[in-house]
């Protein structure tokens, strides 16, 4: 099996185990960040492109699923496949309420461990690109001026331009001046594009119901 490039860390305190699931993701042409505690990987920081993250949970004096949970306190983004020589239900249920995205009992296949990594790193890949489109589209909403903001939060709840004008008291040739510009330094194909926009960016006009007249 060959995985789209991404990096595969693993936090493993048994050596050998580290060592087999280090060759068997570079033999898909993966790269891999072994450590042997939490403490390592949080020293080495997420890697810089679509990663996920290969969990024991019985470490030396540590909770793998305390570490887990405690990942989004930390501000840590990245999908968790957990293994574990002594699962039970509890455990994998806490496991899945904390956002892992994987169980894996031992002793698993290399198939399975493989299976579970391309998802976990194609999920990770989809929230790269979701967060650097959300930045993209905060860097051309920082181009509108307070103005055009206030339009676009009324426009896209679907009022018509002479609405707009009458709840801004201003002209309706100035609304459609204003909408213009928005449409223009949002980069919006049509006004179904902005209002996706909007969504995303969390500015639409929430005291006015959408498509209300």
Not at 53 to 64: A, H, P, Q, T
Not at 191 to 199: G, P, S, T, Y
């Amino acid at each position: 099996m060959t995985i789209d490039q991404g990096c595969v860390c693993v936090i493993d305190d048994d050596e050998d185990v580290r060592g087999s699931l280090g060759s068997l993701f570079r033999s898909t042409g993966l790269a891999v960040a072994l450590h042997d505690s939490t403490a390592s990987f949080l020293a080495a920081g997420v890697p810089g492109l679509p990663s996920c993250l290969v969990l024991d949970i019985r470490l030396r004096g540590e909770n793998g699923l305390d570490f887990q949970e405690g990942l989004a306190a930390r501000g840590i983004e990245i999908p968790v496949i957990l293994i574990t020589g002594h699962g039970d239900i509890p455990m994998t249920v806490r496991a899945m309420k904390a956002g892992a995205v994987d169980f894996l009992p031992k002793p698993f296949s290399e198939d399975q461990m493989l299976e579970a990594v391309a998802g976990a790193i194609e999920r990770d890949r989809a929230r790269r690109a979701e967060s650097a489109g959300t930045e993209r589209l905060k860097q051309l909403y920082a181009t509108l001026t307070p103005r055009e903001r206030e339009v676009m939060g009324l426009v896209v709840t679907g009022l018509m331009n002479k609405q707009v004008a009458g709840r801004m008291e201003l002209s309706e040739i100035t609304v459609k001046i204003h909408r213009g510009n928005v449409m223009r330094k949002m980069e919006a194909q049509s006004l179904a594009d902005l209002v996706r926009m909007a969504e995303q960016l969390g500015v639409r006009d929430e005291s006015i119901h959408r498509f209300n007249a």
